[in-house]
């Protein structure tokens, strides 16, 4: 199924879960991966619209990758405060490393789709780059060089 | 050396603003930017700091509780001035709505003062600055609180040299005894007025530290490019260039042709230029086709014209011949036709789009066609004060050594002589009146030359014709008295042709 958000937004979700699991992670180690992700997405985006609005784009882009993963649904029945993408983990836990891969992609991508919807491509790109700087090689190694 | 601290303006990049702040936003200053809700407010504090924010000059922008920060992400990046190239580069955007459900005003002031000493930025906005205030202006030590907060955040945020903005909804009933008012530096105050069906927006510097604004309400506009203010123009009474050297003789004014020979002479050898003229008569007289001649001259002579419309549809300007060769004209850059936006306007946005015109094409001669169709395309609370206003824009126009010619339509009336519908006629320096008369049973035109300040002028009445070449003026009717009222009758045996010029009666 396609993912949502632009190809750069995709592209970065695909480097950050990669670069966070590695290439042959189990469940477990990718449903830790993607938390970290996320949790560093969370952090740079609730600089700019606060945590209450990172708490709402989540379970709206929660709500929204459940129509392809509905197993995802299960994560409700966690406890609320652990955070929405907190209990994703749970889930991803359980399942083929390869659908946990595909689906926690699934829920990143959704999250930035949903951000670039509301603030555009742009702005929505500056907050990932500056979350996942090592998504984007060619920007590290301009870095490097400066 | 000098014994006084230089103080930098900072360029604010809204068009308009600097002039009314007198050069810009003093560097370091605490400004509180204040109004009520929609009054543009945020689009203000972010149009300056775009411009002012380079990876030399960072910027923190803090949102507190007012509008949630997705979307005034979401719509204020729609304004061209909206850079998210600055975003996480020159400008970092914080939020601190936590802050203040958690701990207050001491937990807000303590982000604030966090953030500032990791980043130190430049230039700090805080958005709402009233939602947190709002909320310790509930508990019992509120005011003091609030006044600690202030007084702590000024003090740290200029002793870090940041110049600041808080942004907050303010009534303007709320001034007195608000300790934000006695802190800040600078305060802007934006309202928007609504009479009748238009909107107003307007902006006050209630306060400036340092150094002297315009004083007054200036008019804004919020287009998709961001705030454009129209500062209001203060005619000082050294703008008029009118006085005569003591004891010496006064240099004659260099004189403007109407285009129409006759009309010249009658004149006095033409209009002194820098001149107001006022062209007054029923309608379908001949006004706007003279004012016509007179930037049709003003092309021949190498002295571009500007056009303001707002009596017409543009367009007509433009049909056959004549509208082809105008055409040409306006691309060349030799008239600038400025159409009007009908019926919210303000005589300084009026003024400004006609000096801008008047600057791009250096040009020496401007018509307002007419005086009732551009008080009509005014904001129903700009008419109240027309004449002011209009005094104040011609005179500045005036100063630019523009020659204006205005039309103004007035009923023919056989009982008075007026020369405008609300006595503007005393404003300008010179004064044409056409009318219509009632000739051997046939409608004819008549004009005169009724006032010329400080010039030397013909007084006649000429009867005049529209023809294809434009207007033609006849001989004076010096053998009719009485033309003005209506009946007029006829001396010394003579009955004046068509075209003005006389021929002997052939008896009775």
Known sequence: ?146 | MTDKVPIRQLPTGVPGLDAVLGGGVPEFSFNLIAGAPGSGKTTLAQQIMFNLAKPARPALYCTVLGEPAVKMLRYQQQFTFFDAAKVNDSIRFINVAQEVLEGGLSQILKRIVQEVEAASPSIVVVDSFRSAVRKAEREPAGPLEMQHFVQQLGIHLTGWEATTFLVGEYLTAETSDNPIFTVADGLLWLSQTVDRNSVVRKMQVVKSRGHASIPGLHTFRITGDGIQVFPRVIVGPEEKPEPAPSGGKRRPRERVSTGIKLLDEMLGGGIPAGYSVLVAGPSGSGKTVLATEFLNEGVRRDEPGVLAIFEKRPREYQLGAEGKTRGRLIADEKIAIIQARPLDLSIDETLYELTKAIRRLDARRLVIDSLLGFELALAPTFREDFRESLYRMVTAITAMGVTVMMTAEVEDSYVDLRFSPHGTAFLTDAIIMQRYIELQGEMKRIMAVVKVRGSAHRKELRAFEITTDGIVVGEKLSDHVGLLTGQPEVTKGKTPRADGRSRRRRGR
């Open chain 1, 1 to 146: 199924m396609p993912m949502p958000g632009s190809a750069d937004l995709r592209q970065a979700v695909q480097r950050a879960l990669t670069q966070e699991a590695g290439t042959d992670a189990d469940a477990k180690g990718l449903a830790a991966a993607a938390l970290r992700v996320y949790e560093t997405l969370a952090g740079q985006l609730a600089l700019l619209i606060g945590e209450g609005g990172v708490r709402a784009l989540t379970a709206r882009s929660l709500h929204l990758v459940q129509r392809d993963f509905p197993w995802l649904a299960d994560a409700q029945e966690r406890d609320p405060s652990e955070g929405p993408f907190a209990q994703v983990g749970f889930c991803l836990e359980r399942q083929e490393p390869a659908v946990a891969t595909e689906a926690a992609a699934a829920a990143l991508a959704t999250l930035g789709g949903l951000l670039e919807t509301l603030i555009g491509e742009a702005l929505t790109m500056r907050v990932v780059r500056a979350a996942w700087p090592g998504a984007f090689p060619d920007q590290t190694q301009q870095e490097a060089r400066n």
